[in-house]
């Protein structure tokens, strides 16, 4: 055992630690297909001390890092190549719920959902709502800034976060805050930061109280333009939805041809997925509007559902949809990009030419509210050929999406994935500034190194020290 | 947006990016600070700041960007809080802002020092509503992070660093905002003798009013001390909404303007009067702004 390694099981005891390859294999990746880097050690901290005592050992030992929630990410960001893995899914404890001023504090570890359950019987839930709500944790949503469908009403996980407990990568333990009282907002720099700027140790977020009333809608179109141009409808409408959800005809067969069918027309372009929330006569009025808006705006058919099964169901095809994709092929691409809502139609069009040009299936199941696209596509990255041509085309359509305006995440982060685009979203003297945002929490460079800004884009940044690469 | 000057000062109004690029690369060689102003609407906003020189940033003026389809808007530092608000109103769209103070002062100033107001709980701060922006930090680099959509996470978020930073990071230059539909119907109610309990559980409940702001009438011109509770949203919503404030206390209608009065004459005191300077604070100063060229001292940083 590597010197690291006992002084780690010193503060975990041994059987939290690991050391051999074979037992290291599950976290070689996250959620991105085809990418896959083996850690040296991994170590699992039940506790906060326990925690903040690993990131010293680190720290002591001039040892870079990874920490890693549920690995759900989408990015590659909690990959550890040759490095430590620091796997948080131990420290699950909900420390304190006060329904009164809606507020939790949780360690990093807890799952998503579970701290909604936790929430259900004060009337109470955690707004930010990611897909893979069931799996991830609310340590990865803060370092990936994580949205969801009803984010587009609620906003993102940001928006959520009160304060935090930090561990720094040196060790030191500082509690952050937005800086509405005085102070900069370090921990609006901190959330989105990727693990690189420390360790959440506990944080505590907002909760919001349940919607009197929840009303779903279905909207059907003939064409996926007139689909993304409604959205835009709806929204220059004043109605602001919980979540106004896009998905095409590819989705949608992948969809009802699972076990998670929703019902929704196979012999559609497109549908929506709108859902309003609130005091029940806003809800009903708004219900009425956008019924008329969107046969107005060309729906074929709009259908209403009120009851919660129904409404779970329509929405089981939604969150579902990447789970019903996997049916198609070995691996799924799942792509996350942004653009001006307005041009939403005609960059489905510059997706579908792509997808056509490059022999690939794009399948488009996005929040359409923001912008926020997620085409997909189904392949097998194991074959060479096939996984050239999906990164082709994944390049092509993300150059779409910076011409048009937008940006490269708009929720899964940059990782190592997209570091390859941030010389075409940001100017050196901005992404040199973003590193220098960086040397402020971690001035040593350990804590998740190589991911989200390039490395070469830090101009005081002279050599990187080797075995600081991680996978970059 | 700063405090006041501590000696008789020059003013420059530089009329470009690129002119305010040079006045701060003069500022860190020649080491004379810059006091950094927005139209000088909240001139004892914080502390003293130690500096000779004055930045306007006034010309940094106008809409360069308005898509109301998106709802975003982008726009120079300089323009006001009313030109913003008329070219937005046009299309039935605010970004709600509706900061302490009122619509003379600039845009810029108020992302720069994060300045809220009685809407905010309901319509976002201004750290919600600003989606990136432009900046000249204090070592003369021209920074631009985020960006005009109303989602990115790509980066780390200079955005959230830069706003409510009151100008000791970088001088911010142009805003991408975040605008939002205005509410088809908007009322506004005086409720003085209220029980303050139901006020309160009202605040917090289903009907999610625009504010419900306890003030004193007399400088509002009204009477006695009571509550303001302003009710936005569709016509169905607003009306059950009014239903259940029935039951709070005794209503009258009063004019929207008189939100106006409560910006100028309610706000808070200064958050720049109780700055921690922590290890970290110190730290991303000296990043940004290594040689202490801007605003010196307004955050009370010693010397
Ligand atoms: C089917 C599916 C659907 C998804 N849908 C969405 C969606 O709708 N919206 C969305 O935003 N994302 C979505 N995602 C992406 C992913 O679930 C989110 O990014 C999530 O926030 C990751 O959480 P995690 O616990 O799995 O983090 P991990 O993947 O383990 O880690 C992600 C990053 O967080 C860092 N990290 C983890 N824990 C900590 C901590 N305690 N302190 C500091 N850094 C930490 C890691 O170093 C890494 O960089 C989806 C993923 C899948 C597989």
Redesign the pocket.
């Known amino acids: 055992m590597s010197s690291l390694a006992a002084a780690l099981a010193d503060v975990v005891g041994g059987a939290q630690v690991l050391a051999r390859p074979a037992t290291l294999h599950v976290y070689r990746s996250?959620?991105l297909p085809g990418l896959r880097a083996l850690p040296s050690l991994a170590v699992f901290p039940a506790t906060p001390d326990e925690l903040i005592g690993v990131i010293r050992v680190l720290a002591a030992h001039d040892a870079p890092f990874?920490?890693?929630?549920?690995?759900?990410?989408?990015?590659g960001?909690?990959l550890a190549d040759g490095i430590t893995l620091v796997g948080?899914h131990r420290?699950r404890r909900i420390l304190a719920l006060d329904p009164v001023a809606r507020t939790a504090t949780v360690e990093?570890?807890v799952?998503?959902a579970t701290l909604t359950r936790a929430a259900a019987p004060h009337g109470l839930h955690y707004a930010?709502?990611?897909?893979?709500?069931a799996?991830?944790?609310?340590?990865?949503?803060?370092?990936?800034?994580?949205?969801?469908?009803h984010?587009l009403k609620y906003g993102?996980?940001l928006d959520h976060v009160v304060a935090a407990t930090?561990v720094l990568p040196d060790g030191e333990v500082v509690t952050l805050d937005r800086g509405d009282e005085g102070g900069y907002d370090l921990l609006g720099a901190f959330v989105g930061?990727?693990?690189?700027?420390?360790?959440?140790?506990d944080v505590t977020v907002r909760l919001t109280p349940d919607p009197e009333r929840i009303v779903t809608l279905l909207a059907d179109f003939t064409s996926v333009d007139t689909a993304a141009d409604a959205t835009s409808q709806v929204v220059a409408a004043g109605i602001v939805p919980a979540a106004l959800e896009l998905m095409d005809a590819a989705t949608i067969g992948a969809v009802e041809s699972s076990v998670y069918a929703a019902g929704y027309p196979r012999d559609a372009a497109a549908v929506l997925l709108v859902e309003v929330d609130g005091a029940a006569d806003g809800v009903e009025a708004d219900v009425t509007h956008l019924t008329a808006l969107l046969r107005d705006a060309g729906a074929r058919g709009v259908r209403v559902a009120h009851d919660p099964a129904d409404r779970a169901r329509l929405w089981q095809g939604r969150k579902k949809a990447?789970?019903a994709m996997g049916r198609i092929a070995p691996h799924l691409v799942?792509q996350?990009a942004v653009v001006p809502r307005t041009r939403l139609a005609e960059l489905l069009r510059t997706i579908e030419g792509i997808g056509v040009r490059h022999g690939v299936r794009v399948c488009n199941v996005f929040?359409a509210g923001d912008g926020n696209l997620h085409p997909n596509i189904p392949c097998d990255t194991d074959d060479p050929a096939e996984a050239a041509r999906v990164h082709a085309a994944m390049s092509e359509i993300m150059t779409a999406c910076i011409a048009a305006g937008g940006s490269i995440t708009?929720?899964?982060?940059v990782?190592i994935d997209k570091l390859g685009y941030m010389d075409a979203l940001f100017t050196p003297e901005t992404l040199d500034a973003m590193c220098r945002l960086r040397e402020v929490f971690d001035p040593g460079r350990r804590?998740?190194p190589g991911?989200?800004v390039p490395v070469h884009a830090c101009r005081e940044w002279h050599a990187v020290p080797a075995g600081r690469r991680g996978v970059a | 947006m700063t405090g006041a000057p501590t000696t008789s000062s020059v003013t420059v109004t530089p009329t470009s990016v690129d002119a305010m690029v040079d006045v701060v690369r003069d500022a860190v060689a020649t080491t004379r600070p810059l006091r950094i102003a927005g139209a000088e609407q909240w001139p004892a906003a914080g502390h003293p700041v130690r500096a000779t020189i004055t930045v306007r940033c006034s010309a940094l003026r106008g809409i360069s960007h308005y898509t109301p389809g998106d709802l975003t808007l982008s726009c120079g530092a300089g323009t006001t809080l009313a030109e913003l608000d008329e070219a937005t109103g046009a299309n039935g769209q605010w970004c709600p802002l509706l900061p302490w103070g009122d619509d003379a002062g600039t845009v810029g100033a108020t992302i720069a020092t994060a300045t809220a107001g009685p809407f905010a709980e309901r319509l976002g701060r201004p750290r919600q509503l600003v989606l990136g922006l432009e900046a000249v930090d204090g070592r003369a680099q021209r920074i631009s992070p985020g960006g005009r959509v109303v989602k990115n996470?790509a980066g780390f978020d200079l955005t959230r660093l830069f706003t409510g930073s009151w100008g000791t990071l970088a001088i911010l230059t142009t805003l991408h905002l975040r605008l939002r539909a205005r509410p088809s119907v908007d009322e506004s109610w005086w409720i003085n003798d209220g029980d303050a309990a139901r006020l309160h559980a009202f605040a917090r409940g289903p009907h999610l009013p625009l504010a419900v702001h306890r003030t004193d009438g007399a400088s509002k011109g009204l009477d006695g001390e009571g509550w303001l509770v302003r009710l936005g949203g569709n016509r169905a919503a607003v009306e059950s909404a009014r239903e259940t404030l029935r039951g709070c206390g005794t209503m009258a209608p009063v004019a929207t303007e008189i939100w106006d009065r409560v910006r100028l004459v309610d706000a808070p005191s200064s958050p720049a009067l109780a700055w921690p300077w922590t290890p970290l604070a110190r730290r991303v100063r000296a990043q940004f702004d290594p040689s202490g060229i801007l605003n010196p001292g307004l955050l009370g940083d010693p010397e």
């Open positions: 996250d959620a990874v920490a890693r929630g549920a690995g759900t990410g989408l990015s960001g909690a948080l420290m990093p570890g799952v998503n930010p709502d990611p897909s893979s709500q799996a991830c944790t609310i340590g990865g949503n803060i370092a990936e800034n994580a949205g969801g469908p984010c993102v996980t930090i930061s990727e693990g690189c700027f420390g360790v959440v140790v990447f789970g799942v996350d929040h708009g929720e899964h982060g990782g804590a998740n991911k989200a | 996470v």
